[in-house]
């Protein structure tokens, strides 16, 4: 008898080791489809085709699992956009073009889209949540978008600015393009890649000591 395609096998056949990620996958399609309130570990468990008492195993509760989902799905980028600016070379205007694509394809191609428009509507019940994605996402995420901007100012490629406030400026797009595609694309789609090309030619203007010329590649 031949051998099974493995990944045709039962999950209950596969290694134990995989479960952890395909319970977070699963929970991020129900927390899409639900909401965190609405949404059910016995749905989570059958969708990942284990037991609620596996799923107890790896993730004692919705939050813990919520946690995950948000480990797995944004942090992964966030290490690799640390990376990048603090290993390449180059002017910071470059660099900053490349994390906006990066966002932007992360945003119109992934489920993780929807974490920020569910973050952001069970805040006020879950406020331990919001606090979370607060410190592990949105401070980290921030202060990497800090670090560039000080370096560009720091080499005289960028104006003189209030870099929290331009940070913020920088990432509101980001989130309203996140949270667009999540409630609103069925109805008004947005091209998000070409959104993301505009606000990073605003950026060229209003960051670039000569506020017209970039100093990384022009598309």
Known sequence: MPPLDPAAAPRWRRRKEDRPQEI?????????????????????????????????????????????????????????????????????FALLERLLAMVAEL?????????????????????EL????????????????ANLLARGVARGEFRPMNIDHAVRLIAAPLLMSAVWRSAFDVLA?????????????????ALLVDGETSDGDRS
């Open 107 to 127: 945003i119109a191609t992934t489920r993780a889209a929807i974490i920020p428009k569910l973050v952001i509507a069970e805040a006020g019940n879950f406020p």
């Open 189 to 205: 789609p947005l091209d998000v890649p070409a959104l993301i090309a505009t606000h990073r030619d605003h950026l060229r203007r």
């Open 24 to 92: 977070v996958a699963a929970a991020l399609d129900v927390f899409a489809e639900r909401g965190f309130a609405a949404a059910r570990l016995d749905d989570v468990a059958a969708r990942a085709g284990v037991s609620k008492g596996t799923l107890y195993l790896y993730f004692p509760s919705k939050e813990d699992l919520f946690k995950a989902v948000i480990r797995a799905a944004i942090l992964p980028n966030l290490e690799r956009a640390e990376r990048m600016i603090a290993e390449v070379p180059g002017p910071s």
């Open 130 to 145: 919001a606090a979370f994605y607060h410190r592990e996402v949105i401070q980290r995420g921030f202060g990497l978008l």
